[in-house]
């Protein structure tokens, strides 16, 4: 009884927050402008967005559970949240009180069916970590363990007690805020609250299955097998359930951690670089990706001798003196790009890097953020200025330019996106927080930190993948037609077979003639596209082999003298 009364409590704690500060941001935000009152609202909005973020930070220390999740993303959102907010609910995950060991050991124990003295050689009780989900501790294998493993210090990431119904009570109240906020109009023509809540529901009852982190772990490093850039612990199975994961022990220095980084001989603006084509390696080609690259995730690791030239993905370069390795842990928290999506992605980056406003609006289209009704010109207008003013700069320049020139460019913005029909399509809340986390990373790392840096060759080599696709894509769409136009004529003679066979009355002759007209017309139109696709693809590849380029475009006279020509022959036949 005492566990549900507690839950009711919980809930209605939930409810009655979000309640409180939906009734406040109506007031202050909708109804006092109506009054012509909109200066007094702005105000005071800074302070009223502190006091919410302090509150709510207080909140989620106090009850953790998917509480310390949605302050975690908030806070990584520096794209779109005012600093008010993201501020106040920094270092969350860093405050999570640990569960006391004797509450860890039971839990441990009935997973495991046996004594923690048998399963392991010894167990630290103090936690290497705590999380709003579960906690971590060092421990050893037993000798007969570490020798089928082969290692033996590792770390056993335990399950919080009762965190499973904490989860239901959240996503509950979650749900019920959800379904309050899509009530609003502004909020509703732009976001599918109720579809964000349930990926969020779906990623959180993933994460806390431990079995399916430890599939994701090796997911995760067969995509980078081979690549040294990347490293991923073992996971000993044999002391691993849903509610225990054992992995080996890889901790190094913490990728956040300046000054070890420094003191390891590492440079950390190289570290930065690499970190950017790891993560884009991951959404852009894998379509796999960490979806909580926070610092306490990632661990820069000194190898002891330079490694050795990875896969060549991306535009990481291992260079012979770089003598590191990423290492990620904690996969609970992944994220998947479908194929459809991660092409229009890969496109979205083209245009970001080439600065193309047009290509870039087109893009975002297809991602599924703008809808198909959008009228994108003032939109295509204001990212042009955007380009022309702040387009190439890094971080440190960016804090040189007038704040006042900031605001004017964020008001333009936000008075054209807010007349835009836009929402975040699935797929989205994981790949917003993998950018978000990523930019954030490279720039602690390195305050000088250019962004386009990073994009332009990385864009640069989507760019020459795509024109090889697309002289592919070419090749077989041709001969597709070729082989419906060599089909063709078999076809059309069954049909007529089925027509004479039949009781319809039907004049052969002119059916006959009807149909060698069609069949002429159908040659044509695949010489046609013989002709534009060998056009393109000598155009495409003259950039890369100037002799194979010429040839396939002088080649291409042959179909398109076909195509203008070849129905010349049978006007000079019979007449109908």
Known sequence: ????????????????????????????????PRFGLGALAARGRARRLQNIARRFHVLAVQYGGLMIKVGQFLSS????????????????????????????????????????????????????????????????????DAEETGFADVVVKVQRPGIEEIVDVDLKALRRVAEWMSRVRVVRDHVDLPALVEEFAHTSREEI????????????????????????????????????????????????DVDALRAAGIDPAEVAKEFANVMFDQLFVNGFFHADPHPGNIFVTPTPTPTGAHTGRG?????????????????????????????SLQRLMIAVASRNSAQMIESIRAVGVLLPSADTVELERAMTALFARFGGMGFAELQDVDPREFRDFAKEFGDVM??????????????????????????????????????????????????????????????????????????????????????????????????????RMGRRVMSAVLFTGLVISGAVLRAEDLTIGTVLMVASLIPLLHALFAGFAGRRGPHD
């Not at 004594?115 to 971590?136: C, I, M, N």
């Open 1 to 32: 009884m005492a566990d549900v009364a507690n839950a009711r409590a919980r809930y209605r704690r939930i409810l009655r927050f979000a309640g409180r500060y939906m009734i406040q941001a109506w007031w202050f935000e909708l109804v006092l």
């Open 77 to 144: 959102r520096l794209d779109v949240l005012p600093p008010e907010i993201t501020k106040e609910l920094e270092g969350l995950q860093d405050e999570v009180p640990p569960v006391a060991f004797p509450a860890i050991r039971r839990l441990a124990q009935a997973e495991l069916g046996i004594p923690l003295e048998r399963a392991f050689e010894w167990v630290d009780e103090t936690p290497v970590a705590a999380a709003s989900l579960g906690q971590a501790h060092r421990a050893r294998l037993t000798a007969a």
């Open 209 to 256: 299955d431990y079995l399916h982190e430890a599939q994701n772990a090796e997911r995760f490093a067969a995509d980078f097998a081979g690549d040294s850039r990347v490293a991923v612990p073992e996971v000993a199975w044999e002391r691993s359930t849903r509610r225990v994961l054992t992995l080996a022990d890889v901790t190094a220095i913490k990728i956040n």
């Open 315 to 343: 535009t990481g370069t291992d260079s012979p003196t770089r003598s590191w390795t990423f290492t990620f842990i904690d996969f609970g928290m992944m994220g998947e790009v479908p194929d459809r999506l991660r092409h």
């Open 418 to 519: 807010r007349s835009l029909p836009f929402q975040l399509p699935e797929n989205f809340l994981l790949i917003i927080r993998a950018v978000s986390l990523t930019s954030g990373m490279c720039s602690s790392l390195d305050p000088a930190f250019n962004v386009w840096d990073a994009v332009e060759p990385y864009a640069d080599r989507l760019l020459r993948d795509e024109r090889g696709n697309m002289v592919q894509a070419v090749a077989r769409e041709a001969a597709s037609v070729a082989g419906v136009m060599a089909r063709l004529p078999r076809r059309l003679d069954d049909m007529v077979t089925r027509i004479e066979d039949g009781r319809l009355v039907a004049d052969v002759p002119k059916l006959d003639r009807w149909l060698r007209r069609l069949e």
